[in-house]
Structures are given as structure tokens and as C-alpha cells.
């Protein structure tokens, strides 16, 4: 079982949640397994009261944070796992069923114990999930394995139970996945987004979109950087150097 130190790093971030039922089950889920952390980003005005008529979850709706972006919801995180149900979409990210997920977050939990910073759990949207914008700030995906029926998946499950099945299989009794032991704490969030930007600017500033647009999405770099394992330390080093490089691109004749 997961340790009442382990739980409090972990937060629950719900993405363009549209309906305060879900809301309000998600937080209750979030209470019975003994998680506080709840984020939620939209573009308007959240319905926390209607949700607060959730049982039990009203401390975890009273301390919900309400924010304006995805990067905003995780800049204290050092890892982001997103939530799929796949379908047909083309996965830019490595891809676990839930099984196998819990126990890497576990071992993360366990391997960065000490060091500051949450672990994230996106969810999204009740109609369309996460969107590849939103999908572009995790470092993977995690699926819930679903009946198939004529050979087809079942494409969706109710916000709340959603969360519910993850927070279940997350907490229970398992076996640590044996991965990353490297000592060193992870890069958080906002690190690799202002890493990203660095990044980008730098890119841009070189001339090298003019002959290589194709490889300079600011999605794709984004995706691509945190499919890269980097620490704090590294990711320190890496905005040094791009931010000399901007340097000496902004003042060459």
C-alpha cells in the first residue's frame, strides 16, 4: 500500500470536465482512496458547488485549484501520466494498460521519495479526452483494458469510474516495478516547458525551421523531450546552453 506521504504527492487533473456529477465522483473516488490533490482546467467558470453535493468529497473539492492551462495544473510535477482510451488515435507516447502503469508510479513514487514535487494523473474530457495538445506535456499514456465485443474495443468510461479504477489499482498491494533507479531528482514540469521553449526559440532564431518545418512542431519537440529521462541537474545544464546559444544568435552580425 501506497504510505500517507506517497498519496498526498499525487494529483488528479481534470481537463475540460464539462459535468459537476463527474467532477464531484472523481473528487469522491479521490476521498475513499485517500488522495487531496484535485486541479481543474477549463476555459470557464468550474461548478464546484454543484459538485460539492458529492458525499465525502468536500474538503477535496473545497482545496480543489482551479487553473488556466495544462502546464499551469502540472509545473510542480515530475511526472505527467496521461489517461486514453485510444481508439483510433496515433499515440506519439509509450502506451501501458493500467496494470502495468500502477506499478511504474509506484516505483517512481518510491524512487524520488524526498524530493519535491507531485505526480500527475491527467484525465479528460467526457466526449473527446485529452487532446494531442494536452497529451504533448506527459511523458506516457495509460489505458484501462475494456471488454472488446465483435472486435471492438469499447471506447469509454464515465469520468469518475475512470478515476476510481486508476486510484484502485494505483493503491493496491503490488509488486514494484524494478525502473529508474537513479537517484537524482526528475526535472520537473515547468523545467521541461521552459526547456521546451528555450528550445524552440533557438531553432527558430538558427534558421533552422526555414529548412526543417517538418521537424520543428512545437508539439512534436515537446513530445520528444519528455520521452527523454532528464533530472533536475540535466535539465539546468540543457537551459544554460540553449539560453548561450539564444545569446550569441541574438548578437552575431
Known sequence: MLTPEELDRICIVLVRARNPNNI???????HDFGLHHLRVVNDYAIPFESARAAVDATQVLADAVACASV????????????????????????????????PRIRAELRRSSGVPGCIALLFGSEKTGLSNEELSHCKWLLTIPMQQK???RHLSMNLGQAVAVCLYELVRDG????????????????DLERLTTLLYETLEKSGYMR?????SDLLQLRQML???TLNDADAAIWMG?????????????
Open 226 to 228: 519528455r520521452r527523454i
Open 211 to 215: 529548412r526543417h518545418p517538418a521537424n
Open 150 to 152: 465483435y472486435g471492438e
Open 175 to 190: 509488486t514494484v516495478d524494478k525502473c529508474a533507479q537513479d537517484s537524482a531528482a526528475p526535472a520537473s514540469a515547468a
Open 71 to 102: 502546464a499551469e495544473a502540472i509545473a510542480d510535477c515530475t511526472l505527467v501520466v496521461g489517461t486514453t482510451a485510444v481508439g483510433k488515435r496515433d499515440l506519439q507516447h509509450p502506451l501501458y494498460t493500467l496494470p502495468l502503469a500502477a
Open 241 to 253: 546552453i540553449f539560453r548561450q546559444l539564444l545569446f550569441r544568435l541574438r548578437h552575431c552580425n
Open 24 to 30: 464531484g465522483a472523481a473528487a469522491r473516488a479521490m
